[in-house]
């Protein structure tokens, strides 16, 4: 049972403009979400982070948003750079059970 | 600082041996998190360790088992290998268990034959 879902295995943006990552999850528990980025041959790199009291937070070119009645979050890197190709996971966990759920991740490719 | 190291870096076995994996966390941190990276499930949690005490366990058979050192460094064992064990293992190091910020390392790749 995936509880965190990264349904789009792949995706291709532009330079310059903006990518959107998406990630559904079905347990209402989870209270605090991450997002990871992973290159080949390299372990992952903590990315951002949302708790579940808020609907955005915002770092830089990084925005993750959180619509918890849709259970659905999503990550924006705007303006969108070469270095950004990766593959993106992500992650929740509830306070209490200190374990991490990952989705099966979304490669990022960016165009030049 | 020292990243996550892990060790080896990669590993061929054949079906039914055991294999040990190490890891040595970023000085300082107590915690330490074992995940199984594979294309169709993605990552998966194996068990995280805190004080030489298994604090967190995911949903993985007892031939998957480890410990974890009064320095911290932390070991996996697999046994009577399976095709399907051939995953990278990603060990991740954290200060405390707390799983907010982790550093990961590299990985271990197993190739089961």
């Known amino acids: 049972d995936q509880q965190v879902k990264q349904n789009s295995p792949s995706l291709s943006v532009q330079e310059g403009r903006i990518s959107i990552l998406n990630c559904d999850y079905t347990n209402s528990m989870f209270d605090y979400f991450l997002w990871y980025k992973k290159y080949p041959a390299e372990g992952p790199t903590f990315l951002i982070s949302?708790?579940?009291?808020?609907d955005k937070n915002e770092d830089g070119r990084f925005t993750v948003f959180l619509n918890k009645s849709a259970k659905h979050l999503s990550l924006h890197i705007v303006p969108s750079q070469p270095g950004d190709s990766a593959v993106y996971f992500c992650?929740?966990?509830?306070?209490?059970?200190?374990?991490?759920?990952f989705g099966t991740g979304t490669r990022l490719t960016i165009i030049p | 600082k020292a990243g996550v190291t892990q060790t080896p870096r990669y590993l061929i076995k054949t079906r039914g041996q055991q294999v040990t994996l190490s890891c040595s966390p970023i000085?300082?941190?107590?915690?330490v998190s074992w995940y199984q990276q594979t294309p169709g499930q993605g990552l998966q949690f194996l068990f995280e360790?805190?004080?030489?005490?298994?604090?967190n366990k995911g949903n993985f058979p007892g031939r998957f088992s480890g410990r974890q050192f009064s320095n911290s460094r932390s070991e996996m064992n697999v046994s009577t290998l399976e095709l399907g064990d051939s995953a990278l293992y990603l060990c991740?190091?954290?200060?405390?268990?707390?799983?907010?910020?982790?550093?990961f390392g590299p990985g271990t790749r197993l190739l089961v034959l």
């Open positions: 360790y805190f004080s030489e005490t298994q604090r």
């Open positions: 000085s300082g941190h107590r915690s």
């Open positions: 949302i708790s579940s009291i808020k």
């Open positions: 992650a929740a966990l509830s306070f209490g059970n200190e374990k991490l759920t």
């Open positions: 991740a190091s954290s200060l405390r268990v707390s799983q907010e910020t982790q550093y």
